[in-house]
Nanobody
Framework: QVQLLESGGGLVQAGDSLRLSCAAS????????MGWFRQAPGKEREFVAA????????YYGGLLRDRFTVSRLNAKNTVYLQMTKLNPEDTAVYSC???????????????????WGQGTQVTVSS
């Protein structure tokens, strides 16, 4: 099984950028489609972005494609989420998730991801 550890969160001002990292151990992430989700207090978990096994396909929730970029370096066993033009509505705990699959496709359904990191807090002040 794969273990996931997020890092890179913190407190930033509106308009700033952050890059989150998700370091995997125990398995090679080439076998896994990867996703990012976020959850703010009082809200449901929200899909942010997903990337297929090889990086061939990326997908974003809502209009986040304009500001967020998901990428992966399989040789480093790491997935990234580059976030720009952050605003207070982006404040949430961001979690990395892994989905074992034979196919180089993406999923936005949280129940399809079996492995999750502990989450990293992103707080955007105005």
């Amino acid at each position: 099984q794969v273990q996931l550890l997020e890092s890179g969160g913190g407190l930033v001002q509106a308009g700033d950028s952050l890059r989150l990292s998700c370091a995997a151990s125990g398995r090679a992430i080439i076998d896994y489609g990867m996703g990012w989700f976020r959850q703010a207090p009082g809200k449901e978990r929200e899909f942010v972005a997903a990337i297929s096994k090889t990086g061939r396909i990326t997908y974003y929730g809502g209009l986040l494609r304009d500001r967020f970029t998901v990428s992966r370096l399989n040789a480093k066993n790491t997935v990234y989420l580059q976030m720009t033009k952050l605003n207070p509505e982006d404040t949430a705990v961001y979690s990395c998730a892994a989905r074992y699959t034979e196919f180089d496709i993406v999923s936005q359904s949280d129940h399809e991801y079996a492995y999750w990191g502990q989450g990293t807090q992103v707080t955007v002040s105005s």
